[in-house]
Every structure is written in C-alpha cells, then in structure tokens.
C-alpha cells in the first residue's frame, strides 16, 4: 500500500506560528447511528455551552474570536464566514440542536462544543492522495456538502485539500462532499483545530478525549500526532 502524508504548509504557520492541529487516525471502526448515550453527551454539551454562553455574543469568547481574528487576517469578514465552532456556538446560545447524523459525526460535536473548538472528521476510506493544509493556488475543485455544484477557492485561501480536490474551505468553514464521514465509513481522521489561547496541552486533552469516545462508541484502533511548525507532516500508513 502506497504511504501517504498529511501536511500542513509553511505559509500556514508563517502566519499563525502558534497553530497546532491534532491528528487522530481510527481505523477499523463501526460507524453507524448514534446510541441514546452518545446523544445524550451532544445534548448535555450543547446544553453547559448554553449555560456558560448565556445569552452573550459568542464572538466576544477568546476561542472564537481569536477565529475571527485569524479570518479576517486572511481577508476574510468574519460575520459572511464563520469558524465552523463559531456557527455551532451561535447556534446552541438560540436553543436549536444539533441534528444527530453518525457515532463518529456527533462525537466530535460533543468535543467541539465542550471544549469550544473546531473539530471534526473526514473518512479516509477513498483517500489515494496526500492530504494537505495550504493556502490554495485556485483552480482547485470543491462541491460543497449537500451540494452538486463545482466551485473553486480564491488563490491563497487556506484550504484542506486531497490532491486538488477541496476536503474543507476557508480553513474550518465548510466541508465537501468528499470524505464525508458516513454510517459505512471504516477508517477516519478527526483533526483537532488549536488556535492560541488554546494550547498544545488542551489539544492534547481534546484527542484523548476523542480516542476514548470513538473506541467506546465506534471501536477500531487510534493513534494521534500534531502537525506544528516544528513537525508541519505525519504519515498515515
């Protein structure tokens, strides 16, 4: 089997030098709906952000605006594209829940909403490529998750990417169709999005965190890495 990397690039960390993403590969695993257990944890986390949030605005908390900075230091305005934690906060402070769609999908809300940051997964069941964080030459294709259409990232925008096909816009904005995390999906990467004020130490936490949930609810096998400015790639094989 061919090895394959994931790397985060240079102008990544130029950027952003205190940037970690934690990496954690679970192959193996069962997926499927959601036990009432596992929906309990989304509802108890959605619920304690709501508490904690009150009815504040969400982009005032330094783990979402530290988002918005970063965002709107790419060109971004922040209040057209939201940080994927950013649009989830929003949404539990209005009292909406999340929809339960798959074990693997809503266990990495239930992280995302503890620890109030971005965080979720892609199947690498169809992965053939290296993976890559890197800002996006432009002629890149992205079909946007429940859409059909091809559209194409503006050069330089920060992009997940498989070869040239776009996994994820705008950094932690919107997900493709590609490596959708789906009930058939047996092996998986959930990537860990830790912004200062966030630390290494807390994106350390997140992925243990991330490792008891999917063996306990999903079985398989787990490991973890982090790509930072001194380790910037990892193998997957």
């Not at 890559?132 to 925008?157: S, Y």
Request: glycine share 8%.
């Amino acid at each position: 089997m061919k090895e394959l990397f994931y790397t985060i690039d240079d102008a990544v960390f130029a950027a952003f030098p205190g940037y970690v993403r934690g990496v954690v590969v679970a192959r193996g695993v069962e997926n499927g709906p959601s036990p009432a257990e596992l929906t309990a944890l989304l509802r108890e986390a959605e619920e304690a952000l709501r508490e904690e949030l009150g009815q504040g605005n969400p982009a005032e908390r330094p783990r979402i605006a530290s988002w918005r900075e970063a965002f709107r230091k790419l060109g971004m305005k922040p209040a057209e594209f939201r940080s994927s934690i950013e649009a989830m906060a929003r949404r539990a402070v209005r009292g909406q829940e999340l929809p339960s769609i798959n074990a693997l999908v809503d266990l990495g809300n239930v992280l995302s909403l503890r620890h109030l940051v971005p965080a979720g997964g892609h199947s690498l069941d169809d992965v053939t490529q290296d993976i890559f964080l890197r800002p996006a030459k432009g002629d890149e294709v992205f079909v946007p998750f429940g859409g059909t259409e091809e559209e194409n990232p503006l050069p330089g925008e920060f992009i997940f990417a498989e070869g040239d096909q776009v996994l994820t816009r705008r950094w932690c904005w919107r997900q493709a169709n590609h490596t959708l995390t789906l009930p058939e999906t047996r092996a998986f990467i959930f990537n860990v999005d830790a912004l200062p004020p966030v630390t290494r130490e807390e994106a350390e936490q997140i992925c243990r965190e991330a490792e008891e949930l999917i063996v306990r609810f999903c079985g398989g096998s787990c490991r973890t890495d982090f790509l930072s400015a001194s380790t910037p790639r990892i193998s997957l094989s």
